[in-house]
């Protein structure tokens, strides 16, 4: 099986800067996506991490250590429109390659 | 762009009620997948199926079944609603053939079982 763990909730202020840890234990790891979910609507793809290192795309930034079992998503300049929820979710070999998602980060951007 | 569509956004059924999920891909994909998401518990598999006719249970099967006739079509079936099954429903798909082939969702369908 699969163990993702990222944190529940996080706050921000516009203009700033932050980070959304994600780890996972899981046996034959393939990849790592990150999703963004707005409040009732469809999460919408984000990045997505197979080798080590940082995956800059814009604001948006997603960092992968595959021997650490960590990722992180960093989003730069925030706005208020960054408000959402950020899903982690992690693929294997042993599991026909279907994501297997984390309980998602809450993040709160505040003027 | 890939379009995933959810025929009903927002259901209320009575307990015992037999419910349909209807979802529809317009982008040829083989896989298609359900989950349901729940506050503080994320996105959880149901089913999912790789190719017409074909299904797999995913990680909370019990109580749904699904039904794959058409490539592009994908249909959730409650046999019979239980308040328990109360939930956002998340219909997606992707291409087959390796980790990287992102999911596409569907905008969601909120279930009420009354």
């Known amino acids: 099986g699969q163990n993702i763990d990222q944190p529940t909730e996080m706050t921000a202020t516009e203009g700033a800067i932050v980070q959304i840890n994600c780890t996972y234990q899981?046996?034959?790891?393939?990849?790592l996506f990150w999703y963004q979910q707005h409040a009732g609507e469809a999460p919408t793809f984000l990045s997505y991490n197979v080798l080590d290192g940082l995956e800059e795309k814009g604001r948006f930034s997603s960092f992968l250590s595959r021997s650490k079992g960590y990722s992180y998503l960093l989003l730069k300049e925030l706005q208020m429109k960054d408000s959402a929820s950020y899903l982690c979710a992690v693929t294997a070999t042993g599991g026909s390659y279907i994501p297997t998602f984390g309980r998602g980060t809450s993040l709160i951007v505040h003027p | 762009d890939v379009k995933v569509t959810q025929s009903s956004r927002y259901l209320v059924k009575r307990t015992g009620e037999k419910v349909f999920l209807e979802c529809v891909q317009d982008?040829?994909?083989?896989?298609m997948f359900w989950y349901r998401q729940d506050p503080g518990l994320g996105l959880r598999l149901i089913y999912f199926?790789?190719?017409?006719?074909?299904?797999e249970k995913g990680d909370i099967p019990e109580g749904y079944s699904v039904s794959r006739e058409k490539k592009e079509r994908f249909s959730l079936i409650l046999e019979s609603a239980s308040t328990n099954q109360t939930s956002m429903y998340l219909c997606?798909?992707?291409?087959?053939?390796?980790?990287?082939?992102?999911?596409?969702f569907g905008e969601g369908s909120w279930l009420t079982v009354v």
């Open positions: 997606a798909s992707s291409l087959t053939g390796g980790s990287g082939n992102t999911i596409y």
């Open positions: 899981t046996s034959g790891f393939n990849g």
């Open positions: 199926s790789y190719d017409v006719k074909m299904k």
């Open positions: 982008m040829d994909h083989e896989n």
